[in-house]
């Protein structure tokens, strides 16, 4: 079946302007998560969604990034005002639910700002 | 704070070998473990679960887990090229990062095997 689905796989935008990036859940998943990965680096929790639950923003790194997460399927993430060291790859997976099972990952936004 | 540490590597081994990757958790409540692997600008894909202690086998990957010493491994029989790459081991449990069921990813070990 199809998988975690991510748009734009590239973005490159100027400093200071906004940018949105799309995830697409597997399709059944209730839990969905952000991450950002820097080159050569691990990856960082940003925020997860589980159902109509409250997401855990507790990753989130500064409030110029927020996520919302429409009908429990499809997720925007938004980096207001971007500033250089937000360029990163940032990654999507999602889970049946929170507890214990694997997350399956998109292929990810790749984002450079100049 | 809930960590999980992996040696970031490189490991090399050569082609045929058996390569051993090694994780320690510091949460003894972690229930569930997964291994993931990351080739060079993709994204991490799941090749082993494994819930309780011993062994578990699915054709050369092999992960091993002990509760007891808070330990995970994942062995690779006959090592192969196109085996080379990253490979994170994630934990999940209660509590982790203040969010129920969230993995926490170590930061990876980076495998090469040469020809």
């Known amino acids: 079946g199809a998988g975690v689905s991510q748009s734009p796989s590239n973005k490159v935008t100027e400093k200071g302007k906004d940018v949105e990036l799309r995830c697409d859940p597997i399709?059944?998943?209730?839990?969905l998560y952000w991450y950002r990965q820097s080159l050569g680096q691990g990856l960082e929790f940003l925020i997860y969604?589980?159902?109509?639950?409250?997401?855990?923003k507790s990753g989130l790194p500064s409030d110029r990034f927020s996520a919302e997460r429409t009908g429990g399927s499809v997720s925007t993430l938004t980096i207001q005002r971007t500033q250089q060291e937000d360029s990163a790859v940032y990654l999507c997976?999602?889970?049946?639910?929170?507890?214990?099972?694997?997350?399956?990952f998109g292929d990810g936004t790749r984002l450079s700002i100049l | 704070q809930k960590e999980v540490e992996q040696n970031s590597g490189p490991l090399s081994v050569p082609e045929g070998a058996i390569a051993s990757l090694n994780c320690t958790y510091s949460?003894?409540?972690?229930?569930?473990f997964f291994w993931y692997r990351q080739y060079s600008g993709k994204s991490p894909e799941l090749i082993m679960s494994?819930?309780?202690?011993g062994d578990k086998e699915d054709g050369r990957f092999t992960a091993q887990l002990n509760k007891a010493s808070q330990y995970v491994s994942l062995l690779i029989r006959d090592s192969q090229p196109s085996d080379s790459a990253t490979y994170l081991c994630?934990?999940?449990?209660?509590?982790?990062?203040?969010?129920?069921?969230?993995?926490?990813f170590g930061k990876g070990t980076k495998l090469s095997v040469k020809p």
């Open positions: 997976a999602s889970s049946t639910r929170t507890v214990n099972q694997p997350q399956h």
């Open positions: 399709s059944g998943h209730t839990a």
């Open positions: 969604f589980q159902g109509n639950s409250a997401p855990d």
């Open positions: 949460d003894r409540g972690s229930q569930s």
């Open positions: 494994i819930y309780s202690n």
């Open positions: 994630a934990v999940s449990g209660l509590d982790y990062g203040g969010s129920q069921g969230n993995l926490i």
